[in-house]
Structures are given as C-alpha cells and as structure tokens.
C-alpha cells in the first residue's frame, strides 16, 4: 500500500487493488479565498494517475473543494456520507456514480476493503480504513474519533498499521467569540488518550496543512495551538516504542507499508512538490493576536548599543544566573522539562530570538526559534534595556504591553496530561531582571528629570510647629494665629 500526500487532507492511496483520491484540493487558495497550504505546495493536475474511487469526508470545504472536483474525471465511484449538499453538488459537477454511505460501510474491491467510520462533530462526517493483503491503513482525517469507534475499527482490524491523526485543537472562533485563546491542556490530553487506544503501530499527524491568508490572515496566531514538531515530540514520549515510526508527512511525500515494514520518501510524488515549508508563519502566539510587539524607543537608546548588551546579558550573564539558581529558582523549570524561547523586538523591527533548553544537562543558550518550545516571552529591546540598567521595573513592562507571555507547560503519556499546579511557570529574565534587582532605580531615574540640579539644600527651614509622636498616636499642634 502507498500513500501520496497532496496537501491538507488530500491523498492518493495506492492499494493492491484499486487507486483512491480522498479529499482532493489543488488550487490554492481554497476555503473561497481565505486558506491557503502550509507548508506550500504546486499540484500538477494533470500528472494525477488515474483512480477508480474518489471518497470525500464532509462537506467543509478544506475537505469538499469545488473547483478540483470540476476538474476531475466524472466517470469514478464517489463515496460520500449521507448528506444532501455533498449529493446534489456533486451530480450538479457531472458525476452519476455517487453512493451515500452509512457509518462502518465497506467496500469491497478484490482483496482490498475500504470501511467508513464514525465521527461525532454535528456535520455528516466520516474517516476511513482502507486494508489489502500488505497493510491496514486508518485514516480518521479530522473527525473526533470517539472510544466506541475504535472499538469497533478494531473489531473489524485488531491491527492498525498506520494511524493518520487528527492532531491539533482548533481554536476557530475562540477570539471572536470572548472565548479562552490559552492552550487547550484538557482537550490535548483526551487527544492523546484516544490515539493511545488505537494502538498504532506507526502514526502520522494529518490534515492540517493550511493557513489564513488576507484578511483572515491574523487568526494564524491563534487558531494552530500545538507546531507539528512538538506533537511528533509528544507522541515519541508517550509512544516511545513508537520513536522509528513517527512519520510527519509534507506535500509531494509518499509512505510505502508492507507488511510491518515502513518506507518514507521524502518528495518523491511525481505530481507534487512542495515550494517552502512556511509552517513558522502558524506559530500559536496569543498574546499577539492583532498586536504584533513594536519598539518605538521612548528614552532614544542608541540601536548597536542596546544590541550588544542584550545578547551580552541573555548569552552570558542570563545562562550563569540559570546553572547557578538551577537547584532553587529554576527547579520547576527542569522539572517540566521547559524549553524556553525568547524573542526581542528592536526599534528598527529587527527581531532577535533565543531558546533555553532546561531539559538538556548541560544550559546553553542557542539563537534562533525552537519548534517544540512550550514557554514564550515577548518584549521590546528598549524596555529590557531599561530593566537591565534599572531605569524600568515589570510594573511598567506589563502595564507599557511592551513584555507579553504564555506556555503550554504540561507533562504526558499514553493516559493524557498533566500540568503545574502553579499555572505560572517563571520568566526566566523577570527572574533574572527581577523587582529586587532594579532595587527603586527606576524611581532614581525618573526622579533625575525632576530634581533641579542647581537647587541649594544647605539650608532647609525647620518646622516651627513639629508633630508631637505619643506612642502609637502623632498630634500636630495648631498654629498659632497671630492677630494685626
């Protein structure tokens, strides 16, 4: 058996007896204009061999995309769930052979057996086995995928080669709506319990290939919670006996099973290649959903010198107060296995970044962004200069919104996840930078625009009419008022 992946949710499965195009998208942009692939990609249409069965999931339409289906020859099998829309758009389009299926419908072709099963989103949806002589293959798209499911997936197949899963939290809406727009822990950790009761012999992070673009743009920041890396990441921690069969999959790759044994080939499809892999402009980043961090340099430091003392101070200085504090202020961090990523943005809109891995043994601070990294800082160059020279205080960063944090701190395994009690994991420049270290100098350096320099002290008057402290009580006596 083979699997091409187009992009998204779009494959081509090869088996020993039939050809199958499942989801088929390629154009972009899709979604009426507001998606596009991520990572990027080119579809030669017309290089797409033939195929005997064309199976769309939904009607949504990463999923159901119009302008390939009008595309495609019309003389296939198509296998759609029970709805409506998806049947009478289709014989609209020019196709005859359409056959509604039920949930655990199969199919049958020679050896090879195709079976529908069961998602519980409101929309007619469905994922679907496809099994031969060389491999059972469960393709659950993105349908929640309850346990009854898989029970009955693994009533019909004890033995599910390969798991296409569905693998992030979308967080569509969320911002629109007033919602919560923090790391989905609860509903990560029943993922991750669902896939456990597959019991996969090899797994794959599927659709999800796409991104906002124009005006929809914006919600990229908070709609992709968990980077591919970090849920490949996860699966090797919670499957370790998994760790050689964790595929993730690019557009123009395609995956051989046989019997037990597994093949990727990286950009091998004939039909399509992928241009770049732009997976970073996905990034989850919350707190700068439409308000992307920009320094204007209020105290107008000088550019190259700020520069230097910050890579100075989070290289050196911020690496040895870390190996230092290691078994006290930062014991939390190696716990958790923190991997901490820092970004300063400078006035010229340059930005610098650098990741801490506190799950290494040995601290180093590296540049550069860090896939699986799960605790973020933001802030301004100018305002982390001013805290390193005492001019400013977390008060004023916070308040200034020129310092911004999050993190997806959690621990895993097959049974779901766990997360600090103490929800606030610590910065490690505000504990580096904290309130005791700028010690009342950022009131010493407002006060320097405010105390005249040529002011004489020598002489203070004294007060004629002092206030008389008796024990826990103070008395200030009235003047006298003297009569003309």
């Not at 790391?183 to 599927?206: H, M, R, T, W």
């Not at 911020?318 to 400078?346: A, C, N, P, T």
Request: aromatic fraction near 12%; glycine fraction near 4%.
């Amino acid at each position: 058996m083979k699997i091409h992946t187009i992009g998204h949710a779009s494959i081509f499965v090869e088996t020993q007896d039939c050809r199958i195009l499942m989801d088929p998208v390629l154009w972009d942009p899709f979604c009426e204009g507001l998606n596009e692939s991520c990572p990027q990609r080119e579809v030669i249409a017309d290089k797409i061999p033939e195929f005997d069965f064309l199976v769309i999931s939904h009607q949504h339409l990463d999923h159901f995309d119009l302008r390939s289906l009008a595309y495609l020859p019309k003389k296939v099998d198509v296998l759609i769930p029970r709805d409506n829309l998806l049947l009478n758009s289709l014989s609209q389009l020019g196709y005859s052979r359409i056959y509604p299926l039920n949930d655990f419908h199969k199919v049958k072709v020679g050896s090879t057996t195709m079976m529908t099963t069961r998602s519980e989103i409101a929309v007619p949806e469905y994922g679907m086995v496809f099994a031969d002589e060389s491999a059972v293959f469960w393709n659950a798209v993105d349908t929640y995928f309850a346990p009854p499911t898989i029970q009955k997936v693994r009533e019909n197949y004890p033995c599910i080669d390969f798991l296409l899963t569905p693998w992030h939290i979308s967080m569509e809406g969320k911002y629109q709506y007033n919602q919560s727009i923090s790391f989905p822990f609860e509903l990560y950790g029943q993922l991750i319990n669902l896939i456990s009761l597959v019991e996969a012999k090899a797994i794959a992070p599927g659709a999800q290939g796409w991104k906002y673009i124009k005006q929809a743009a914006w919600q990229n920041k908070v709609v992709f919670p968990q980077t591919r890396e970090r849920f490949c990441h996860d699966l090797k921690i919670a499957f370790p006996e998994l760790e050689e069969r964790i595929f993730p999959l690019d557009p123009g790759d395609i995956l051989t099973l046989e019997k037990g044994e597994y093949h990727h080939s990286v950009g091998s499809c004939e039909y399509v290649n992928k241009i770049v892999d732009d997976r970073e402009s996905v990034e989850f980043c919350p707190v700068n959903v439409s308000n992307d961090l920009a320094d204007s340099n209020p105290e107008n430091y000088d550019l190259e010198i700020m520069k230097q003392v910050i890579n100075e101070e989070i290289c050196v200085n911020l690496r040895q107060f870390i190996i230092d504090g290691q078994k006290s202020l930062f014991q939390d961090h190696f716990r958790w296995q923190i991997i901490y990523q820092l970004e300063v943005i400078f006035p010229d809109s340059a930005v610098q970044k650098w990741h801490i891995d506190f799950s290494q043994e040995t601290i180093e601070v590296s540049p550069g962004r860090k896939p699986i990294a799960n605790l973020f800082s933001y802030i301004t160059a100018s305002s982390l200069y001013s805290t390193i020279q005492k001019n400013r205080d977390w008060d004023y960063l916070t308040c200034s919104g020129e310092y911004r944090t999050f993190h997806k701190i959690y621990s895993l395994s097959r049974l779901g996840i766990i997360t600090p009690k103490n929800s606030h994991i610590a910065d490690p420049i505000q504990l580096k930078w904290s309130s005791d270290y700028v010690a009342g100098g950022n009131v010493q350096f407002e006060l320097q625009k405010w105390v005249k320099s040529d002011r004489d002290t020598s002489q203070v008057d004294e007060d004629e009419n002092p206030m008389l402290v008796l024990g826990n009580i103070s008395i200030k006596p009235k003047k006298k008022i003297k009569l003309s």
